[in-house]
């Protein structure tokens, strides 16, 4: 039974260059959601999506960030241009129903750093 | 305003002894799930244990067993006869209907077992 999957697990760059961060969420589960991880801020709620359509953004930091969910089983997190203040770990989960019994399913994440 | 509150940033606990991780919440909406995450040193967010605003029964999963508290907004994780493998950080998170159905994540407790 797969779980959530996310790539690459690492990405280096420079800043000012454009990154795009995927994950497949588990077969079945409706809702995907994208989560940024700092030492300094936590666990932070980027977007979220319910069906493929996204659902709240508010916590997306600004126009430099975009996401996109073509389909229930593919998600792209971009990056255009990035900083290096955008380094962090980058977690995409997914959970079977849109209610506040349904617990994340997390993927392995992706350690972003910008140079 | 919905909030979860961890208060304490490092736990020690000798091996094969309990421990209580604390987890307090704030939130108007009747209906609610907590849970609890593990994230190892290696970086995954595993799911550990839900508990229902409903369930009128402790939530357990093996050596995890939630202590709800909910006329104090409390839900505890206490973790039986710790193990070294046990050590890691550990969230607490809630989610609910009046937040959207997002899952927002409390601050964390590291959690160190001794040998």
């Known amino acids: 039974d797969a779980g959530v999957i996310q790539s690459p697990r690492h990405e280096v760059t420079e800043m000012g260059q454009e990154v795009t961060l995927r994950c497949k969420p588990i077969?079945?589960?409706?809702?995907l959601f994208w989560y940024r991880q700092t030492m300094m801020r936590g666990l932070e709620l980027l977007i979220y999506?319910?069906?493929?359509?996204?659902?709240?953004d508010s916590g997306m930091p600004e126009d430099r960030f975009s996401a996109k969910m073509p389909n229930a089983s593919f998600s792209t997190l971009k990056i255009q241009p990035s900083e290096p203040r955008d380094s962090a770990v980058y977690f995409c989960a997914s959970s079977l129903k849109d209610t506040y019994n349904s617990p994340l399913h997390f993927g392995n994440g992706t350690r972003l750093t910008v140079t | 305003a919905q909030k979860i509150t961890q208060t304490q940033p490092g736990m020690f606990v000798q091996e094969k002894e309990a421990v209580t991780l604390d987890c307090t919440y704030d939130?108007?909406?009747?209906?609610?799930?907590l849970f609890w995450y593990k994230q190892p040193s290696s970086g995954e967010m595993i799911f550990l244990i839900y508990?229902?605003?409903?369930?009128?029964q402790n939530a357990t999963e093996g050596r995890y067993s939630l202590n709800f508290q909910k006329a104090r907004k409390s839900a505890n994780l206490v973790i039986s006869a710790s193990q070294l493998g046990d050590s890691a950080m550990y969230f607490c998170a809630m989610r609910s209907d009046t937040g959207g159905f997002k899952t927002i994540f409390g601050a964390g407790t590291r959690l160190f077992v001794k040998a």
């Open positions: 939130t108007s909406d009747p209906s609610y799930g």
């Open positions: 508990q229902g605003s409903y369930d009128q």
């Open positions: 999506f319910n069906n493929n359509v996204p659902i709240d």
């Open positions: 077969s079945g589960h409706n809702s």
